[in-house]
């Protein structure tokens, strides 16, 4: 069997004219589909636009105009830089609101309470017995208040 029907076999293909095709095999761990190509493991979205549409050049992305991470339709997949990716992603509603960043347990006003809090307290000794207050009051590591306090995470947020 070539490759390409192997790829195909793993697909499900949507009855709704303009529905998405599911990559039903392999998925990485935040959901997008994987195929062994025979010499290395390939997102399935990037191997169907690459064999269905054209190859894609180096530094693009390919993007879903549906957000199925595991669809493989080719009419739903388009080219893009990660900007392009991002200003999607935000476009349609799916980017961070409210001052939350991903997964973080914390808001951009969490940090500045976190710094005006340890700014209080100039000693190290003092900072080092405040970081675990602030740890379990936030619900986050040391690790991640002392950087907050060194200005190593969260950089972009100002006192």
């Not at 997964?103 to 006003?109: G, N, V």
Request: net charge positive.
């Amino acid at each position: 069997m070539k490759m390409t029907e192997r790829f195909w076999a793993y697909v499900a293909k949507s009855p709704d004219p303009e529905g998405c095709w599911i990559w039903t095999w392999t998925t990485t761990p935040n959901g997008y589909g994987r195929f062994w190509t025979g010499t290395r493991n390939e997102s399935a979205h990037r191997f169907s636009y690459r064999t269905s549409r054209r190859p894609i050049p180096i530094g693009l992305q390919v993007l879903h105009r549906c957000d199925v991470k595991n669809c493989v339709r080719p009419d739903h997949l388009f080219l893009g830089t990660k900007a392009d990716n991002m200003r999607d992603m935000t476009d349609k509603g799916r980017r961070a609101h409210s001052g939350r960043c991903g997964r973080t347990k914390l808001t951009s006003e969490d940090v500045r309470e976190i710094r005006r809090a340890l700014e209080d307290h100039p000693s190290r000794r003092e900072r080092y017995g405040l970081n675990s207050l602030l740890a379990a009051r936030y619900g986050v590591s040391k690790q991640v208040i002392w950087k907050i306090d060194r200005r190593t995470l969260w950089t972009q947020i100002s006192p």
